[in-house]
Each structure stands twice: as structure tokens, then as C-alpha cells.
């Protein structure tokens, strides 16, 4: 398992960087991998996004009307082609798709 996490700075800028509208990525921290599983984990500050999605060793965060993220986010790779990855994430609130892929 991937798993990011995010110090109180790192998620308050990419909490301001989401209000703004904008794309906001974040390198994935060293570890390893294991399976086709991401956990991404925030202290609760980053407050509007609506997907993480990983490509090339970053996760992207895009904004949403979501008021408050859940304290972990899990993403699925679901599929694997030309070198695109197809995500999906789940939280505690269900499962929403990323609506992209992401190539290499």
C-alpha cells in the first residue's frame, strides 16, 4: 500500500490551493508498494476535494462541493492501459470516480 501523508502545512495549502479551483498534486511518500491500493491520510484540514488520483508517483487532489474529507481516503486502480491508469477512490461516504485517466 502507497500512503501518503500530509503535514498540517502541506494540507492547509493544498486546502487554499482547492479553493482557488485549481489541480493540486503531492508526491507519494517513500514505502513501497503493494498491490494496486493507495491510502491517503490528512490531519482533517484539507476541507473541499473530491477525488485523489495517482499518476507517476503523485496523487491529485480535485476540488468538490464535499464539505469536510474523511480522515482516509482509499484508491483502487481499476484498470491499466497504454499506460493509463483508471482510479477509483472510496471513503467512508462511498465510492466516486475520478472522471479521467491519468497516462504515462
Same mark, same amino acid.
Request: proline share 4%.
Given at each position: 500500500?502507497?500512503?501518503?501523508?500530509? $503535514?498540517?502545512? @502541506?494540507?492547509?495549502?493544498?486546502?487554499?490551493?482547492?479553493?482557488?479551483?485549481?489541480?493540486?498534486? @503531492?508526491?507519494?511518500?517513500?514505502?513501497?508498494?503493494?498491490?494496486?491500493?493507495?491510502?491517503?491520510?490528512?490531519?482533517?484540514?484539507?476541507?473541499?476535494?473530491?477525488?485523489?488520483?495517482?499518476?507517476?508517483?503523485?496523487?491529485?487532489?480535485?476540488?468538490?462541493?464535499?464539505?469536510?474529507?474523511?480522515?482516509?481516503?482509499?484508491?483502487?486502480? $481499476?484498470?491499466?492501459? @497504454?499506460?493509463?491508469?483508471?482510479?477509483?477512490?472510496?471513503?467512508?461516504?462511498?465510492?466516486?470516480?475520478?472522471?479521467?485517466?491519468?497516462?504515462?
Amino acid at each position: 500500500m502507497w500512503r501518503l501523508g500530509l $503535514t498540517h502545512g @502541506a494540507a492547509q495549502r493544498i486546502g487554499d490551493e482547492l479553493g482557488a479551483g485549481l489541480l493540486v498534486c @503531492a508526491h507519494i511518500a517513500p514505502g513501497g508498494c503493494s498491490g494496486m491500493q493507495c491510502g491517503i491520510v490528512t490531519d482533517g484540514s484539507v476541507r473541499r476535494y473530491d477525488v485523489l488520483c495517482i499518476s507517476h508517483g503523485m496523487v491529485a487532489a480535485v476540488r468538490t462541493r464535499a464539505a469536510v474529507p474523511p480522515p482516509q481516503l482509499t484508491i483502487i486502480v $481499476t484498470g491499466r492501459s @497504454a499506460g493509463c491508469l483508471e482510479v477509483q477512490a472510496s471513503a467512508r461516504y462511498g465510492i466516486c470516480g475520478c472522471g479521467r485517466s491519468f497516462c504515462a
